[in-house]
């Protein structure tokens, strides 16, 4: 019998990332399927660095989404990649109290440190700096980033140099 569209689409995802998914899948009720799809997401842009569009109609085949649908939610949340980036993704806090606590410098800290304007990556592919994050969450530690979704606090551009000079 003739694999489907559908079918062809959906295994582009390895084992890997479908245990993944069916992880998600588990947590929602059957006719919440969709709900999976965040996590699914995740699991792919960190498999593969970013999300292209083949991968995002494999994710909407194996959850039975609209592809439409999942697209939505890649473009809308910050945290997904729709083009490459570097390896090391850098977000710097830019609400009103990391801003009052010297965001600003600090964005200006890096752009010079690594010859890049935020949402660049770095020629050589190490680094990219996100457009703007409205908010992380971390007001008591303002200013504050994250590197690779670890959250780093009460900054000074000394600070930055030792989080960003200790990856390879």
Avoid at 31 to 49: F, N
Avoid at 60 to 66: E, F, K, N, T, V
Avoid at 141 to 146: E, I, L, S, T
Wanted: charged content about 25%; aromatic content about 6%.
């Amino acid at each position: 019998m003739p694999r489907t569209l559908k079918q062809d689409r959906a295994a582009l995802l390895n084992d890997h990332l479908r245990e993944e998914i069916d992880h998600w899948l588990g947590v929602y009720p059957e006719d919440q399927r969709q709900s999976a799809v965040l996590g699914a997401l995740r699991a792919v842009q960190h498999e593969h660095g970013h999300l292209t569009t083949e991968m995002m109609d494999a994710v909407a085949a194996y959850i039975g989404m609209p592809e439409i649908a999942v697209y939505e939610v890649a473009s809308f949340y910050s945290m997904y990649e729709l083009k490459p980036v570097g390896r090391h993704t850098i977000a710097v806090c830019t609400n009103i109290s990391c801003m009052l606590r010297g965001s600003d410098r600090i964005v200006e800290h890096i752009e010079k440190k690594l010859g890049v304007k935020t949402g660049e990556s770095t020629p050589d592919g190490k680094f990219y700096i996100k457009r703007e994050e409205e908010c992380l969450a971390a007001c008591c530690g303002a200013p504050m980033m994250q590197v690779n979704h670890v959250y780093h606090e009460h900054l000074t551009p000394e600070r930055v140099d030792e989080i960003l000079d200790s990856l390879e």
